[in-house]
């Protein structure tokens, strides 16, 4: 048997194992779960917003091409509902596997998303084709694989225009401020170098954990889209990759907050993104996991192996001439030009991060003429910017991404 497919069903068995364990041990009165369930991991976006007492409200925004994606906005914070200046619109966009609910996926203090709305902002949320709360569509089914053909190239080419041309249609503003983080970032950069009109409408961007190359990641992620397509379309089908799902919720709720596999589950977060202990709420294990991972298309990860094995950041290669073609009308990929970019851009990196490696920052800096900022913070990993306990207000380690970029929007 091949070893990738050998190792995946070695994992299945474990956690099949525990599962059944669990089950039995509670039957039977053999093992005392004593865990705190956060109620948040129960709940919808809309539903964790609520919670919180925050105001919500929750749309369907339609892509040219018949995506039906969810948005979600925070128009104001808990204190400051009477405020009569214009407040700055900012926009989040999740990255890779992930979803909205990563922003607010703590307790008020530290969700980026609750700290900005507090902070005076109109905050909104979006989620890509294909996550959880963005599998609809006017014609396709998500059981189709035309529901499932598409990668970033699609969120940064439908995806991204319609959320901020509907957000500055709502909002009566002729610009706003986006916060990617990841793949966030990568939808950002492939958009606003090929479409100069949307590019126009957003007055900064800030970039959490930059992708657009992985030639120096490392770990889990990096060996899922170092698998040859062949046999990854073998492993997990031709359409959908790590959706939220009914077994994925109990595995978490029920193990995850347990005393010793809570350990377990941290660090396979920790073996996905880099090793940051001290900055993770232990407690919210069971939110950050049943949230998360919130899929994405079998397509969009063979497209990162491509930008792996090509090392450059172009579009996706349809496999053959003719296909390369009929999309891009020509028989290569097109690159995307990281120097076309003209929107300020303010960023943040992580010197532990193992997916937006340092190495790879330092590469993109030098491509990136509009670059006013850059904060490399030496201990932080991949999702310390959007869990990370210290990313709203000034933390014990004297950082504050919330606090920077609030000083960004106001001047």
């Known amino acids: 048997m091949d070893p990738v497919i050998k190792g995946r069903c070695a ?13 039995l041990g509670t039957a039977n009165g053999g093992i005392n779960i004593t865990h705190v369930q956060n109620p948040e991991a129960n709940m919808n976006i809309s539903q964790i917003i609520s919670y919180w007492g925050y105001p919500g409200e929750e749309y369907d925004v339609v892509t040219e091409d018949g995506f039906i994606l969810g948005v979600y906005r925070i128009p104001h914070g808990k204190g400051n509902s009477n405020r009569k200046a214009q407040r700055p619109v900012v926009y989040l966009q999740h990255g890779m596997f992930m979803s909205a609910s990563i922003w607010i996926a703590n307790p008020p203090e530290s969700s980026l998303a609750f700290a900005l709305a507090d902070a005076g902002c109109d905050v909104w949320m979006g989620n890509s084709r294909g996550t959880v709360w963005s599998r609809k569509h006017t014609h396709y089914s998500p059981e189709s694989p035309e529901f499932w ?12 225009p319609a959320i901020l041309n509907f957000i500055m249609k709502k909002t009566r503003r002729e610009q706003l401020y986006y916060v990617g983080h ?3 970032t990568t939808i950002a950069f492939a958009a606003f170098s090929t479409n100069p009109r949307l590019a126009r409408r957003i007055n900064t961007f ?13 770990g889990p992620l990096k060996t899922l889209i170092s698998i040859p397509t062949p046999i990854l379309k073998v492993i997990f089908g031709r359409k959908e990759m790590f959706p939220k799902s009914f077994w994925n919720h109990f595995f978490v709720s029920q193990v995850c907050n347990q005393k010793g596999f809570d350990h377990l ?9 880099g090793y940051d202990r001290e900055n993770l709420n232990m407690s919210r294990l069971d939110v950050y996991l049943s949230q998360n991972p919130a899929g994405t298309s079998v397509q969009n990860v063979v497209h990162w192996r491509q930008i792996l094995y090509s090392a450059k950041f172009q579009a996706y290669d349809w496999g053959n001439p003719d296909e390369n073609m009929e999309h891009y009308n020509q028989v290569t ?8 970019v003209k929107v300020p851009i303010v960023m943040w990196s992580g010197g532990q991060d193992r997916f937006a490696a340092p190495k790879e920052v330092e590469k993109l800096i030098p491509r ?16 310390d910017f959007v869990l990370g306990i210290d990313v709203p207000t000034c933390g014990q380690r004297n950082l504050s991404i919330g606090v920077e970029l609030m000083s960004v929007t106001r001047k």
Do not use: T
């Open 265 to 273: 589950c941290a660090d396979f977060l920790f073996r996905v993104s």
């Open 333 to 340: 990929p097109p690159l995307y030009d990281l120097e076309a």
């Open 149 to 160: 053909a598409f990668s970033f190239d699609e969120m940064a080419k439908y995806d991204l």
């Open 182 to 184: 990841s793949q966030g």
């Open 206 to 218: 800030f970039a959490l954990a930059p992708v657009v190359s992985v030639q120096y990641s490392k």
């Open 11 to 23: 994992v299945w068995w474990l956690l099949a194992a525990v599962c059944w364990i669990l089950l």
């Open 368 to 383: 990136l003429s509009k670059l006013i900022y850059h904060r490399n913070i030496p201990y932080y990993n991949h999702i």
